[in-house]
């Protein structure tokens, strides 16, 4: 039962560099969600997916790019990194119906310097 | 949109009660409670669809007040297992399903 696995747990890029996020679930959930933490920010909404095909922007989607590779896979893209981008990424996913909770990854944690 | 939570921290001594509120603004369709611990993912705790609801099991208990857009976590007889920070997360009526999350609450149990 490994639920939602994200890789890389550790990242450390230069500034201008790019890198994609890899997220997969193996619960058959419908939508999945990009978030990243920063200290004393909570949890604040990059990019989401409802359903296999379709994504959609959350609150702070600029320099950021999703794929929905299928229903499994939800990749998250930085073309030319920033120190702004350091921070703790987490994919979650859900079922998408009324009721459900978000399960989350282990996060990876990027630092960009 | 961001909910607002309160208190920031709390510190508590094994076997006392914590509650933890979550307000907000706009009008909701349904309120989240996760927990985090250090260094972890955040994990699901429970969902509050309805006004006037209350859901929880054991200890852990919530409220959800529809009419004044608020919901309420209730720990009782907190155990040194409870320690980490609570979020709530909100989803706004006549949006898309998605959840915004307040800044959270530190809670640290002491033996």
């Known amino acids: 039962n490994a639920g939602v696995t994200q890789t890389p747990k550790f990242q450390v890029l230069k500034t201008g560099q790019s890198m994609t996020l890899q997220c997969a679930q193996d619960?058959?959930?419908?939508?999945m969600y990009w978030y990243r933490q920063d200290p004393g920010m909570g949890l604040r909404l990059i990019y989401y997916s409802a359903s296999e095909g379709t994504t959609d922007k959350g609150e702070v989607p600029n320099g950021y790019n999703v794929s929905r590779l299928n229903k499994r896979e939800f990749s998250l893209r930085l073309e030319s990194a920033a120190p702004s981008q350091t921070s703790v990424y987490f994919c979650?996913?859900?079922?998408?119906?009324?009721?459900?909770?978000?399960?989350f990854g282990s996060g990876t944690r990027l630092t960009v310097v | 949109q961001q909910p607002v939570q309160s208190p920031q921290a709390v510190i508590l001594r094994e076997g006392e009660d914590a509650v933890i509120n979550c307000s907000s603004s706009?009008?909701?369709?349904?309120v989240h409670w996760y927990r985090q611990k250090h260094g972890e993912a955040p994990v699901f705790l429970m969902i509050?669809?309805?006004?006037?609801e209350q859901k929880g099991h054991e200890k852990i208990s919530a409220s959800f007040n529809e009419k004044k857009q608020q919901s309420s976590l209730y720990l009782t007889a907190s155990q040194l297992s409870y320690s980490g920070t609570y979020f709530c997360?909100?989803?706004?009526?006549?949006?898309?399903?998605?959840?915004?999350f307040g800044s959270g609450t530190q809670l640290t149990v002491l033996p």
């Open positions: 997360g909100t989803e706004i009526k006549g949006s898309a399903r998605q959840l915004t």
């Open positions: 619960m058959n959930h419908n939508s």
């Open positions: 979650a996913s859900s079922e998408g119906k009324v009721g459900g909770g978000y399960t």
């Open positions: 509050l669809l309805k006004g006037g």
């Open positions: 706009k009008a909701l369709y349904s």
